[in-house]
Nanobody, 118 residues
Framework: QVRLVESGGGLVQTGGSLRLSCAASGRTFNTLHMGWFRQAPGKEREFVSS????????DYADSVKGRFTISRDNAKSTMYLQMNSLKPEDTAVYYC???????????WGQGTQVTVST
């Protein structure tokens, strides 16, 4: 079993920045493919970004490319999402996820709220 705990959400103005963290426990972190998803009110959960076990390969949704950066520190069993140039449409609950490549994500955090005001 893997436990994921997100932190770093909050209220920020348009154009501002936030850094989300996801601390993992319960399994060797460098064997986990990690990702971020988000869910806005009234919308389905959507993919934001993912990072390979080693941290070498990353992927982003088109809506966040060039603004968000995913990273991980395997020594600290922690993943990050640096979010810059935030827009009101980035407002959502952000979820940390863990899984295996080609098997999908099957461990989820409780989520952290990000609100971007105009």
């Amino acid at each position: 079993q893997v436990r994921l705990v997100e932190s770093g959400g909050g209220l920020v103005q348009t154009g501002g920045s936030l850094r989300l963290s996801c601390a993992a426990s319960g399994r060797t972190f460098n064997t986990l493919h990690m990702g971020w998803f988000r869910q806005a009110p009234g919308k389905e959960r959507e993919f934001v970004s993912s990072i390979s076990c080693s941290g070498i390969s990353t992927d982003y949704a088109d809506s966040v490319k060039g603004r968000f950066t995913i990273s991980r520190d395997n020594a600290k069993s922690t993943m990050y999402l640096q979010m810059n140039s935030l827009k009101p449409e980035d407002t959502a609950v952000y979820y940390c996820a863990a899984g295996q490549p080609s098997h999908g994500f099957f461990y989820w955090g409780q989520g952290t709220q990000v609100t971007v005001s105009t």
